[in-house]
């Protein structure tokens, strides 16, 4: 069976879907999603038709002239199970189905998890390969489709989608929403919500969703929304997706956010009451070119989908706060990246911008590297050309992959055709596939940034930062300081450094995350019970794995990890308990 994509048993040369049709139940005691999905191909099958599944229960299966034959393979613990339908000449059919209560992409919430404690709460996570644990479909970023959806969900909640809303109806016991996406996604892009949601405008063309105790202040926090989207309009083009609203989800959601077309998924931490972690939604926002509209063919060229778009944030956010607040971002963006070379070590297959992963899970090789490192081979291919040159290369590849997918390969090739003298100074294929950071990797200069190497220097020097010192830093200034502060420090500078900075206090999540890692690593004791209630409170893994890596590495609390897990294990997504999971198992915990 030709196979194009090691992630997924889809076999192009039967066909490709281009359409669904949805009608979905959402379950909340059985914690199930059921329904019906009705497939349109882009041309008759030719032969068998496989697709991909894990963990999916499928009932029947209907073509135009009755019941189709179909069988499972074998379970792959990374691909999940291979559905073949006996499809041959058909162009149309239906399958019945319900996911199971292990679903990886569906995280159900009690009440108690939710920020009013009123009501159950779903959200899905499709990326990169769970999509084929809420319905059967070629799981692959190279498959795009178009799709209709009625979900049927319990009264009172609220249903939302990443598509356009048409409207409810309210039944008896439940209420069916109703969608249409015009434009055609990759299946890791589906979404869908259920909770209590409440909404607000913030734009002519954006709405923030959150839960009702929420939406205020995410309506506050995200209002410079729509002057994101006309500064990116400025550099890329029309914005393609109509509208850009925004989800702001429960604690436990994995990341701090899914790019869903017309529909972002965001993370609470964001929500810190001074507008200063609103990058996120620039990057999530680029997406919406880089990724969503130009997607990467496969998880093997995610740096195209991760590197173009953080190339975009900063763009954005250099045209709205200056190039030098840019620069600042993108030091701290590397150094961040420097620990997961740390992590995986500097000459291994992970730290590439591409390399084979047959028979590795995605989420095993998640990392900045694509971020930064894509970020990096992008702005030093900038700096040989020049920015017009180089902005110029972006909206023709931009139009010209317009809703498709792309390989490293073919780029290559895209600037061999209007950028050849780049090849002249720099190593494209070093970049591309060889591990580590290259050295001629360029560098970011900011007054920002110096006011942080002095402080650095200072304390090097035995000199602590001062509040007055440091009061009016901008948050990733702060960031960059706890970067690079040694992860091992006396415990009386932890307490120093708690009250220059007001860490004892702060709602900026990523100052606690370096903070508490340090504290715990340092035997700073009052640290401790801070530390655990923000493993248990948040659920985006960015900020909690390095504090409780922290804790599994460290003897005075290796013993608390296991423990810990366990009590908040039914709290967070099953993304975020897998990887924890992970750091106890090579701790031998």
């Known amino acids: 069976m030709p196979r ?33 999905a009705r497939y349109r191909l882009d041309r008759p099958a030719r032969g068998a038709l496989d697709l991909d599944t894990r963990g999916l229960t499928v009932h029947a299966a209907t073509g135009p002239g009755g019941p189709i034959r179909f069988s499972f393979g074998d379970d792959d613990a990374i691909l999940g199970q291979r559905l073949r339908l ?32 009123r009501h159950p709460y779903l959200f899905t996570q499709c990326q990169p390969h769970h999509a084929r644990t809420i319905f059967p479909c070629q799981d692959s970023p190279s498959v795009r489709f178009t799709f209709d959806a009625a979900l049927r969900v319990p009264q009172p909640l609220v249903g939302a989608m990443a598509a356009a809303p048409l409207g409810s109806e309210a039944g008896t016991a439940a209420t069916t929403f109703r969608f ?58 029309p ?31 964001m929500i810190v009451g001074d507008r200063s972690l609103t990058n996120l939604i620039a990057h999530e926002l680029a997406h919406s070119w880089t990724g969503n509209l130009v997607t990467n063919a496969t998880w093997e060229d995610f740096w195209l989908n991760e590197g173009w778009t953080t190339y975009a944030e900063r763009r954005i956010l250099g045209a709205l706060e200056g190039e030098d607040s840019a620069m600042l971002r993108a030091a701290t963006g590397r150094r961040t990246m420097f620990r997961d070379l740390d992590r995986f070590g500097w000459q291994s297959d992970p730290t590439r911008l591409k390399f084979p992963q047959q028979g590795i899970d995605p989420e095993s090789v998640v990392s900045y590297v694509p971020y930064e490192k894509g970020y990096s081979f992008l702005v030093r291919l900038e700096r040989v050309v020049g920015r017009p040159a180089f902005d110029a290369f972006t909206r023709r590849y931009i139009d010209e992959h317009r809703f498709q997918t792309i390989t490293t390969e073919a ?21 591309l596939y060889a591990p580590g950071f290259p050295a001629d990797a360029p560098p970011f200069e900011s007054p920002l940034i110096d006011e942080v190497s002095n402080r650095l220097f200072d304390y090097q020097e035995g000199r602590l930062p001062r509040r007055g010192q440091v009061a009016g830093w901008a948050t990733a200034q702060t960031y960059l300081f706890l970067q690079h ?19 004892d206090r702060t709602r900026v999540p990523q100052f606690l995350s370096h903070f508490l890692e340090i504290a715990v690593r340092s035997g ?34 290796r013993h608390r990890a296991r423990p810990l897990l366990e009590r908040i294990r039914a709290r967070h997504h099953p993304i975020t308990v897998a990887r924890l999971e992970e750091i106890l198992r090579k701790e031998g915990l």
């Open 411 to 431: 780029f290559v090739e895209l600037l061999r055709r209007d950028l050849p003298r780049v090849f002249d100074e720099v190593d494209v294929e070093n970049w």
């Open 524 to 557: 700073y004791q009052p640290a401790l019970p801070r530390a655990e209630d923000l493993i248990t409170s948040v659920g985006r893994m960015f900020i909690i794995v390095p504090v409780f890596l922290a804790m599994a590495e460290t003897e005075w609390t």
């Open 4 to 36: 194009h994509d090691p992630h997924s048993f889809a076999d192009l040369s039967q066909g490709r879907i281009r359409h669904i049709a949805f009608d979905l139940t959402v379950d909340f005691d059985r914690h199930q999603i059921r329904g019906t």
């Open 485 to 503: 502060l040694p992860r091992v420090i006396p415990v009386e500078h932890c307490a120093a450094l708690e009250q220059a900075f007001s860490l």
């Open 239 to 269: 914005y393609p997706w109509e509208r850009y609203d925004m989800l702001v989800l429960p604690p436990s959601f994995p990341y701090g956010g899914m790019e869903n077309a017309r529909l972002t998924f965001l993370t609470q931490t």
């Open 180 to 237: 249409h996406m015009p434009q055609p996604i990759p299946s890791y892009l589906f979404a869908l919500a259920v909770g209590e949601i409440a909404s607000r405008d913030i734009g002519r063309r954006s709405r923030v969703y959150a839960e009702p105790d929420v939406v205020e202040a995410a309506a506050w926090e995200f209002a410079r929304t729509e002057d994101m989207l006309q500064e990116a309009e400025k550099l890329y083009g």
């Open 86 to 117: 006996e499809a041959d000449g058909l162009a149309e059919f239906v399958l019945e189905f319900t996911t199971s209560e292990q679903a990886v992409a569906l995280q159900w919430l009690t009440p108690a998890q939710t920020a009013g404690g």
